[in-house]
Structure formats: C-alpha cells, structure tokens
C-alpha cells in the first residue's frame, strides 16, 4: 500500500497514483525477487531509510537490486515518489517503462529486446 494510505486522511486520495506505486512495486520485486520494505510507514526501518536516501533501495547485497540499469531505477523512484503528486501518471509510467533498452547494467547483458524474445523461466534458482 502507498504511504498515503498510512497517514492521516486526505481530502483528495489519488487511487491513479496509489496504483502507479503498486505497479511499480510489482515491477520491483519481479526483477529481484524482493520487496523493497514490508510496509510504506515509518515503523519500516527499510522505508524510513528511503525517506532518508531513496536510492537506498538498489543498495543491497541483492545483486539483482545493485546492478537494475539506470533507466529502471530512474522509472522506480519516480513511481515510488513517497508524494502521490509528484508521481508520473499511468500513460508516462509506461511510456517511460517501453523505452527502458536495458533490464540491468550491461555486464549482465540482458537488453529488454533479448528478454522479451526469451523470457526467463518461472522457476527462480538462486545458486545459477
């Protein structure tokens, strides 16, 4: 759930904006298996650590999390922007998602055209 829906009531809920940061949120944990936090509120370390430095998130000894390209991580911290205004809305988010050309950084060698073309298996093997 979005940090909005934690704090004291709004007078204007934004539910475009709640479901642009569950998109990305999704788009997280499918490339790296992980949530980012157990829940957007302050009583989550993790979360309190992104308020304090947002690029955080891709700080881990989750290689996947480390090594997302710069275009993945510029479309997650938009998407995940802790001020539902400031959040792209559902055509940018894709429109800034379909020009990603890279999933990781190139040392993986996985741009978005190979991945489309194989996609990974469903099964997740974490000693490969």
Not at 99 to 118: D, P, R, V
């Amino acid at each position: 759930m979005p940090p909005e829906l934690f704090g004291p009531p709004q007078s204007k809920y934004n539910p475009f904006a709640a479901d642009v940061w569950a998109l990305t949120i999704m788009l997280f944990k499918l490339l790296t298996f992980k949530e980012p936090w157990s829940e957007a509120s302050m009583s989550s370390e993790e979360y309190s650590n992104y308020l304090a430095r947002r690029d955080s998130i891709f700080a881990s000894t989750n290689t996947l999390r480390k090594d997302l390209s710069e275009q993945v991580k510029c479309l997650m911290l938009d998407g995940l922007n802790p001020d539902p205004h400031l959040r792209p809305n559902i055509h940018k988010f894709r429109e800034d998602f379909m020009a990603i050309t890279s999933l990781w950084t190139l040392k993986h060698g996985l741009s978005t055209e190979y991945f489309y073309s194989n996609p990974p298996s469903l099964y997740y093997h974490p000693n490969h």
